[in-house]
């Protein structure tokens, strides 16, 4: 039978099980299933056990409960409030003010977290009832938010970087170190941006605060320096080469502990409290990419990703055409998919394609989680506007509105990525130089 | 039938969060390991306790409603259609789960059967960590079932435990 065929009819059975409500992972085990068994001659029943078995204990995923459980013990301590009465000093002489305290909120909580609805909902808890005390403009004040909640699948180590290592088989270090110029990249371009709107909209932003003298602002942010150091800790074993990501992850975790500890806020309860939650978590993740492993097997064995690498590259799209079709792929995708389960959908059938056009894998990797962002951020389906939309009290109209332009600088943030590659490749040759 | 239903998921999950906690524990003695000049390999125990971690939670997950599925369609369902709709993916699930779960049980015994050792250093005979897969599946299958019953008998079923991962620590903290 014609490939395209069989990829159109294995497609068909995939859109029909996950729109019936079916478990993401359940439907990817059975779609592969069918491709085995009906359009293969090799025994299906035991590839599925042994494919599973042998993706379960992978030592790369290793990483993934780690950093997940990591996350959840800094989430339980008094991060939330931390961040607002530790960032607000420095950057309330900004213009925009206090809005900045959003942005760079998140991109600290990003490196915590990796998952960025819980990035968006630690830090709005405490800064949306500050700024709206302040008679900040509250469209601003949301739509940085749901902007910047972005950030915790960029700003390493994300959870959605370990996802995508493990179904393209890349390096996760050199993702994780691949992330970090974009994400800084993404901050400036929030910032600049409530800096030029400040300057069209004075009236809109409160006059700052007295200026405080440095130590006074040291004292303030005294509680976030030491999570500062944790994050810059990991990251940097990383980039140093010192650690794999599994043993910088469970740095993280003891550091984390530690630091709960002295601050008072462990105690057996939110111990085992952030395991239990990191374990599902985690079991939701990976079963997601067991389901993905054996689809890809199952499509391995009948050649599709080959095949529509083929089929694409005979259309004689540029590359540069074939990324704007992703992209709209990708946002369709979106509305009905969360983020992990977009990437190990689809990077087995789209990385052949990509690399075909002469895109670069790591580079890949980050241009997917960018689009993800976005998709986080278009309705029916974008999980920081639901997080929004629960904690403001705004209907999803409005706070879709406040995001737009944040959604529109995260697009000039791909075309940036996308006409300079440098600006994730380069840290990640500096690394593979040394 | 339900307390003991429900003390299974409990203690699987627990179990599954153990040895989460027992990923970490290795990886420091490696790095201790490394540090005062004697060689242990966690590569190895690492990835089966994730695997441990992985198959024994995945009963618990289910019930906490932590597993996802698109419910952009089925959430508009009301009445029978909704019912059926719930029936139709318990019994589906069931159904594979089961598939997967037997076909698990000649997977272990063959490893058994010809003494298959993992390739490391540990060499831990394979048969050992597959059976805890083997247990988690099969606590996964009875999960399913559980779901399928309580749905049919008209109550709600676990996976439709109102859920938003996100704002659970919101409601703790506070």
Request: proline share 5%; hydrophobic share 55%.
């Amino acid at each position: 039978m014609d490939i395209l065929i069989t990829t159109g009819v294995l497609g068909l059975a995939l859109i029909v099980l996950l729109g019936g409500g079916l478990w993401i992972s359940v439907t990817l085990m059975a779609v592969g299933y069918l491709a085995i068994d009906v359009f293969s001659p090799a025994p299906a029943g035991s590839l599925l056990a042994t494919t599973v078995w042998d993706h379960s204990w992978g030592w790369a995923l290793t990483a993934l409960p780690l950093f997940v459980w990591m996350g959840e013990i800094l989430f339980r301590s008094r991060l939330s409030e931390d961040m607002f009465s530790g960032l607000a000093p420095w950057v309330d002489r900004l213009p925009g003010s206090l809005l900045h305290v959003n942005i760079v909120g998140c991109g600290v909580m990003a490196a915590v977290a990796g998952s960025s609805s819980v990035t968006c909902a630690t830090v709005g808890r405490m800064s949306l009832p500050e700024l709206q005390r302040r008679g900040y403009n509250e469209t601003m004040a949301i739509g940085t938010l749901a902007g910047s909640g972005t950030l915790g699948l960029l700003i390493p180590p994300s959870i959605m970087m370990i996802v995508y290592g493990i179904s393209a088989q890349q390096s996760i270090s050199r993702l994780f170190i691949a992330g970090i110029v974009p994400g800084l990249l993404i901050m400036a371009l929030f910032m600049g941006y409530v800096m030029i709107w400040s300057a069209f909209n004075r009236g809109a932003v409160p006059p700052a605060d007295e200026p405080l003298p440095l130590m006074e602002k040291l004292r303030r942010s005294r509680r976030l320096i030491p999570i500062l150091m944790l994050i810059a800790g990991v990251i940097g074993s990383i980039y140093g080469g010192y650690a794999t990501p599994t043993e910088a992850a469970t740095l993280g975790v003891f550091g984390a502990l530690g630091l709960a500890w002295v601050t008072g806020a462990l105690s057996w309860q939110s111990f085992t409290q952030s395991l239990m939650a990191a374990m599902r978590t985690s079991c939701m993740i990976t079963a997601i990419i067991l389901g993905a492993a054996f689809l890809s097997v199952g499509m391995a064995f009948l050649g599709i990703p080959a095949a529509l690498a083929a089929w694409v590259s005979g259309l004689g799209l540029s590359p540069g055409m074939l990324l704007v079709l992703l992209t709209l792929i990708y946002m369709v995708l979106g509305c009905f998919l969360e983020g992990a389960s977009m990437i190990v959908l689809t990077t087995s059938v789209a990385l052949p394609m990509v690399v075909g056009a002469g895109f670069d894998p790591i580079w890949f990797g980050i241009y997917l989680i960018l689009v993800v962002e976005m998709a986080q951020l278009t309705p029916p389906v974008g999980f920081n506007l639901f997080v929004l939309h629960g904690m403001s009290g705004r209907d999803m109209w409005t706070v879709t509105k406040a995001s737009l332009p944040f959604f529109g600088l995260l697009v000039v943030g791909v075309a940036l990525c996308a006409m300079f590659p440098g600006i994730v490749t380069y840290l990640p040759n500096l690394m593979l130089a040394r | 039938m339900r307390k003991g239903l429900d003390l299974l998921y409990r203690v699987s999950g627990g179990i599954a969060a153990f040895f989460l906690f027992m990923i970490a524990a290795t990886i420091v003695a490696q790095i201790a390991g490394r540090f005062f000049g004697f060689t242990i390999d966690s590569t190895e125990s690492g990835g089966f306790f994730l695997a441990g971690t992985t198959f024994m939670g995945m009963a618990h997950t289910l019930k906490a409603g932590n597993h996802v599925r698109v419910s952009l369609l089925v959430s508009k369902f009301k009445g029978p259609l909704a019912w059926l709709s719930d029936i139709w993916i318990c019994l589906f699930a069931a159904f594979g789960c089961g598939y997967l779960t037997w076909q698990t049980a000649s997977m272990v015994h063959d490893s058994w059967r010809f003494g298959d050792l993992s390739p490391g250093l540990l060499a831990v005979p394979f048969w050992i960590p597959q059976s805890v897969m083997l247990a988690g599946l099969a606590i996964l299958t009875i999960a399913f079932l559980d779901e399928l019953f309580l749905v049919l008998g008209r109550h709600s079923p676990g996976y439709a435990t109102p859920h938003e991962t996100a704002l659970d620590g919101i409601e703790e903290g506070e």
